[in-house]
């Protein structure tokens, strides 16, 4: 019963939408994060990395104001060597030199705002920004940066994780009749991972910013 009456719901809605040309778009979109550390601290030497990141939107366009939330799946993959030529020693045990290539998936909930210009039946331009809402679904590649000494444990990648936290975006897209182009900025208002949970308090939290680029399809 309770599938019967959301199924009638959701029929009654797109009726209602379509009837009364509401104008509002559904769709999907696919693309790479392009991801470096924003704020690289001391014996840190960062590099780029790429992502995936995937899920849906919807935009509701109001003469050239637009309002667009978004449901993503977002892989906020970072690179980085430490190779410090004396031993950097925490209350966790040694820190091991080395490449490490964290991965970090995420649901970002992004609530985008802008304005829509070019609006002609084939060609749609717009630029957009707002404020994200992400939380860490998994993580891995930092298990092995402590080597704990006798009596220590060291830290998990889970436990370098923010479990949550704020950013911002930015950027700007087309549309050619229902294909949808946008490239975008990311950063985080707080850091992705607190290295200083290594013992080594120097090490910090550095922050990370990515480029998105995606190609998205309007079903609605």
């Known amino acids: ?111 985008m705002v802008g304005w829509q210009f070019a609006n002609m039946k084939i060609l749609k331009a717009r630029i957009m920004g707002g404020p994200v809402a992400m939380w860490n679904l998994s993580s891995s590649g930092l298990d092995g940066l402590v080597n704990p000494g006798p009596g220590q444990s060291a830290p998990s990648s889970k436990d370098y994780i923010r479990a949550a936290q704020w950013g911002v975006t930015a950027g700007a897209g087309i549309d050619l009749w229902n294909v949808t182009l946008d490239v975008r900025y990311q950063i985080g208002l707080s850091a992705l991972y607190d290295l200083g949970k290594s013992g080594v308090s120097s090490f910090g939290a550095p922050n990370t910013g990515f480029f998105q680029t995606t190609i998205g399809f309007k079903i609605i």
Do not use: W
Request: hydrophobic letters at 45%; proline letters at 5%.
């Open 1 to 111: 019963m309770k599938k019967q009456i959301f199924l009638l719901l959701i029929l009654a809605t797109t009726s209602l939408t379509a009837s009364a040309q509401l104008p509002l778009h559904v769709g999907v979109k696919v693309g790479l994060n392009t991801t470096s550390l924003a704020s690289a601290t001391q014996n840190i030497s960062p590099s780029t990395a790429l992502g995936f990141v995937g899920g849906g939107f919807a935009r509701i366009v109001l003469g050239g104001f637009l309002i667009q939330p978004e449901l993503l799946f977002s892989q906020q993959n970072t690179k980085f060597d430490i190779n410090s030529a004396v031993p950097q020693i925490g209350s966790n045990g040694i820190i091991v030199n080395g490449t490490y290539n964290v991965q970090a998936t995420n649901l970002d909930i992004p609530i």
